[in-house]
């Protein structure tokens, strides 16, 4: 298990205080400073750290992020089942920025580039297309744009210390860039038609990720703030803080 420094002068102030638990590995911290631009070079460097994982706090790695099985009901009466399927790139994050817009709610930005691939079985209606199928699936997202306005307080435990708690967060996300979908097999034993419904989907690719993608972004999005969550829970706020 990892030791966490004690720090002098445990105010609530920044997200300044997530980087010090890396303190300990030796890592290179870019700046000691509160403003916006610091913070987002700061949490730019730990970035790739916490979505790797940190096993002895329980925080699973999230690149790539595994899913064995998740079935998801849309718009249309469709449900698609994933299965041994994965998604790669959130370790390459770019943070647009960091801004603290209260003394304890903080508006972040993220533009990440992914991957996923996997194994599907789905059924219902695209649009107009009855859709039957099972097959591989590849979608790559370009400038996925990911948006969280959190509100962080202090809260004591039983043990006596403060720990930080999320209150509130409110997530968006918007296309940057476009997705691209490689889906076989879309129409069981009707190649034909499901090179249509495929080029349809890759010629409407916003309409398509906007009416089906969110359950799948949601659930990606929910999986880091879940391991926020256990950062948070795990450590004190006296040995995440550096002021």
Not at 54 to 59: A, G, Q, R, V, Y
Not at 110 to 122: A, D, M, Q, V
Not at 237 to 242: I, K, S
């Amino acid at each position: 298990m990892k030791q966490f420094p004690v720090l002098q002068k445990p105010i609530f102030k920044s997200w300044v205080y997530i980087y010090i638990f890396f303190l300990t590995e030796g890592f290179e911290i870019p700046c000691l400073g509160t403003s916006s631009e610091c913070l987002k070079q700061t949490l730019q460097v730990i970035l790739p750290e916490f979505i790797h994982g940190i096993p002895e706090l329980n925080i699973t790695s999230l690149d790539p992020f595994e899913v064995d099985s998740l079935v998801l009901k849309l718009s249309g009466d469709i449900v698609i089942e994933f299965k041994e399927a994965y998604t790669k790139g959130l370790q390459k994050c770019i943070v647009d920025y960091v801004r603290q817009i209260e003394e304890e709610k903080f508006d972040v930005q993220f533009e990440c580039n992914l991957i996923s691939r996997g194994k599907y079985r789905s059924s219902g209606s695209l649009f107009t297309f009855p859709i039957n199928g099972e097959g591989e699936s590849t979608i790559k997202t370009r400038s996925l744009k990911i948006r969280s306005v959190l509100h962080l307080l202090s809260v004591t435990k039983a043990d006596g210390k403060n720990y930080v708690q999320m209150k509130n967060i409110k997530t968006t996300y918007t296309f940057g860039g476009r997705v691209f979908y490689n889906m076989t097999n879309l129409i069981k034993g009707n190649p034909e038609m499901s090179r249509t419904i495929l080029d349809f989907m890759n010629q409407n690719w916003q309409i398509v990720a906007e009416e089906f993608g969110s359950p799948i972004i949601e659930y990606c999005i929910n999986s880091i703030m879940n391991n926020l969550t256990k950062l948070f829970n795990a450590v004190p706020l006296c040995n995440l803080l550096v002021t």
